[in-house]
Structure formats: C-alpha cells, structure tokens
C-alpha cells in the first residue's frame, strides 16, 4: 500500500534512509510520497549527473543490433566478436527466447514492486533467510556519498528447490523461466566468443568458470522530481562473464563509447536483448572483449525497470588471462583472482567507473 499522505507533508522531517533502506519503501515509496524535491541524499556531485545541455543526446552512435536467427552463420559470430571487441555491448533480435517469457518476467517485476514495503522488506539483506535472496536500494547504501534512484532484488539461483523455498512466489516462476530459456543463447554466444579467442571448445572447465553461476536483479526506476539531479545507476561496468538484460520501453540505459568517450543510448528495440561483456571476460580474454562502462538515468515522467542475468563464473572459481589467449607470448595483463574476492571488491564500494577491475591488473 502506498504511504499515506500525512507523510508528503512530514517529507522535510522524514528520515529518509530510515524510510528507504530500513523500512522498506525504498525509491519507490519516497517517489510515491509525491515529493517535489530531491532529498540531499540523492544529489549526485555534478560530473555524475547527466549532462542534458551537452549533445550527448544527439550522439547518433548506436550500439550494434544482430540478427541471430541463423546462429551457424559467419557473418554472425563476426559481429558478435566485433562487438564484444569494440563496444563491449550489443543487441540481439530473434535470440531464440519466447517473447511471452520477456513479457511475464516484466509483468512479474511490477508485480513484486507493487507488494507493501512490509512484504518486500521480509527479502531485505537484514530480514532476509538468506544471501541468495535480498531486496535493496542504490547499490551499496553504507559506502555511497549520494545514493542513487533504483530499488531491486537480486535472485543468487543455486537449483530449483532452493528457488521454490526461498524467492519471492510472486515472481519466482517467472525468473526462473527467463533464465532457462536463455540458457541456450547464453551457451552459443559464449562458444562464438570462445571461437574468436581460438578456444575451440567449451569443455565441462571451460563452462563451469564462464557461466558456473547466475544471478537475476530485478530493477525498479521509479519517476524521480528532479531527474537531472542524480541517477539510476551509477558508472560502472558489471563484474559477470556475460550480462543478459531485458529493458521495458521507457529507455535511459547510456554506454561509454570506449573510442571517443561520449555516451550513447541503447534504445529499447521490442523483443531484443541487450548483451555485455562483463569483467570477469575482459579478463579471461586478456582484454580483447571490453567490459564497458554503462549509467542509468533518472526519468521525471515514467517508471522504468529492467532485469539483468549476470552469468558468473561460480563464486570458487580462480579467473585470469585463458592459456589459449596468453599462449602465444602476449603480454599478460590480469593477474589470478578468486572470482568472491573480486565481487565482494566491487560491492564492498561505491560505483565508481572502470575502477573495479584494476583490482585484477598486473
Ligand atoms: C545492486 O546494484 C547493482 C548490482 C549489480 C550486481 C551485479 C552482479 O551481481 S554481477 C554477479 C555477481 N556475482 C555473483 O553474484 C557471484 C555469486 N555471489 C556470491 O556467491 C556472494 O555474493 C559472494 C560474492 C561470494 C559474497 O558472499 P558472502 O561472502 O556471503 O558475503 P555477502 O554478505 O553476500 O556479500 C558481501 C558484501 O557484498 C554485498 N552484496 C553481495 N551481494 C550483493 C548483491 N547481489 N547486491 C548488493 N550487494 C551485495 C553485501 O551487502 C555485502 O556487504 P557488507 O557490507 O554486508 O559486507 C550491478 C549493478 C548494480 O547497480
Ligand atoms: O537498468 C539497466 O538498463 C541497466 C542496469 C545495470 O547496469 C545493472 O543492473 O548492472
Ligand atoms: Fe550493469
């Protein structure tokens, strides 16, 4: 249920991480207070805001969008390599999963967001049964300055059971069929990928340490007073191997440009998915695929949500630099890393760019 209206008036005196982070309201329920201006908590320092009176909003660069309704054919995995080299993201269309799983899981988010903070907050990392479960807002409240406009929960899958026990029932079915239907996109994007490395085949090892272990995050953006002011996600890149996200049709995911530094929109195409790189590929690859930087903005007239599978190597797993790729005397740049210390190192601090993965450098 929405918070009642005698709070829109006490919003001055209302303690707002109190009503976000330990009650459970998260953005969302400050959005639907009807406030008028951003709490100071959410201030962003200017050169994280979006700059609207720049051009980058005129930038006409696009990430790629591929066709991948004949997966065997070459010209294909010549523009999923190209892509994963130079842009670090690209779309794709005809991927192989059903339309109506997009559709449900969209549905599902709404469905989750629009449960009472009371319901939610029982997933909070505090309340929560488990840290395979866990409903929150920003990204890591503790350690961020200004805190950013997006509340969401993340769904750590280990197997079916431990899914049937533990997610949300109001969305739970419906996560669990996006990421199996996308398994097998996941697998052929992986071996095209591997194939441009000279890895010629994904062997048990070889699958374990690139798609050992999923994630779903459920994001929720909701209309913000003075979008201009902050952000929906900060920059960063993400820490998975590959990232599958589904957006709705509001738009406002931006990508940096790794040549000329600008930011580009990805807009909504219907039906497509939108892939990255993540860091843990661009270490495997010895930086030949980019994990690149990407932001969310704020939106002053629309809810938005989105739902990224990050597909991780499992959390055991040491990464560096695959023998195939460094075997030929190239210059190692990432050391070995043990794939938990490298996330608990990006969770443990604020976003902050591509700063994470200097973390893993030689
Ligand atoms: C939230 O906004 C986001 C999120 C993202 C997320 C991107 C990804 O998730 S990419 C894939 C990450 N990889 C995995 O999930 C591998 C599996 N992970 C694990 O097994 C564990 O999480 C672990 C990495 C081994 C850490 O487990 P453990 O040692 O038991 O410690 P925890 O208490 O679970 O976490 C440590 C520390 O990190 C914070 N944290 C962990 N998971 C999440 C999460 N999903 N979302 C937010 N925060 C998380 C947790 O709060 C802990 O902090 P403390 O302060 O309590 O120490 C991308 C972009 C976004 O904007
Ligand atoms: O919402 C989006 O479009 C992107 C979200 C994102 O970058 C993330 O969850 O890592
Ligand atoms: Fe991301």
Redesign the pocket.
């Known amino acids: 249920m929405a918070p009642s209206m005698s709070l829109v008036h006490s919003a001055n005196t209302l303690n707002i991480l109190d009503f976000v982070v330990n009650k459970g309201h998260g953005v969302k329920g400050l959005s639907e207070l009807g406030l008028k201006t951003l709490p100071p908590q959410y201030i962003q320092p200017p050169q994280e805001r979006f700059d609207h009176t720049s051009n980058e909003e005129e930038n006409k660069d696009s990430i790629p969008v591929i066709d991948m309704s004949n997966w065997d054919d070459p010209n294909v995995a010549k523009a999923v390599c190209d892509a994963a080299c130079k842009w670090g993201f690209f779309q794709i269309v005809n991927h192989g999963v059903p339309i109506h799983v997009l559709e449900d899981v969209k549905d599902a988010t709404h469905k989750f967001y629009a449960l009472s903070a009371e319901e939610k907050n029982k997933y909070s ?1 505090e309340r929560s049964v488990s ?2 479960v ?1 409903f ?1 807002t ?3 409240p ?2 961020e300055e200004a805190l ?1 406009w ?1 509340d ?1 929960l ?1 769904l ?1 899958f280990v197997s079916d059971d431990e899914a049937a026990s533990l997610w949300p029932p109001v969305c739970r079915n419906q996560a669990l069929e996006y990421m199996k239907s996308s398994e097998f996109m996941v697998k052929k994007l992986l071996e095209i990928l591997m194939k441009g490395l000279n890895v010629k085949e994904i062997d048990e090892s070889k699958e374990a340490i690139l798609m050992g ?1 999923k ?1 779903i ?1 459920l ?1 929720y953006y909701p209309t913000c007073p003075t979008p201009e002011l902050t952000i929906g ?2 920059r ?1 890149s ?3 191997t590959l ?1 599958v996200l589904l957006q709705d049709d509001i738009g406002g995911l931006y990508v940096r440009n790794t040549e000329t530094s600008k930011w580009v929109h990805v807009p909504p195409v219907s039906g497509s998915l939108v892939i990255n790189v ?1 860091d843990a590929l661009q270490i495997m690859s010895n930086g030949k695929y980019k994990s690149v930087e990407h932001r969310v903005i704020a939106n002053g007239t629309n809810n938005r949500i989105s739902v ?1 599978i ?1 597909v ?4 055991s797993d040491v990464i560096g630099p695959l023998p195939e790729v460094v075997g030929n005397g190239e210059k190692v740049l990432y050391k070995h890393v043990l ?2 210390d ?3 190192h ?3 601090k604020a ?1 902050d760019g591509k700063a994470t993965v200097e973390f893993a450098m030689i």
Do not use: I, L, M
């Open positions: 990392k840290n395979h866990r929150g920003s990204f890591t503790e350690a950013e997006k969401y993340s750590f272990s994630r995050n994001n996600v900060g960063h993400d820490v998975s990232t993540g990224p990050f991780n190597p499992k959390p794939y938990s490298y996330v608990k990006f969770f443990r976003h």
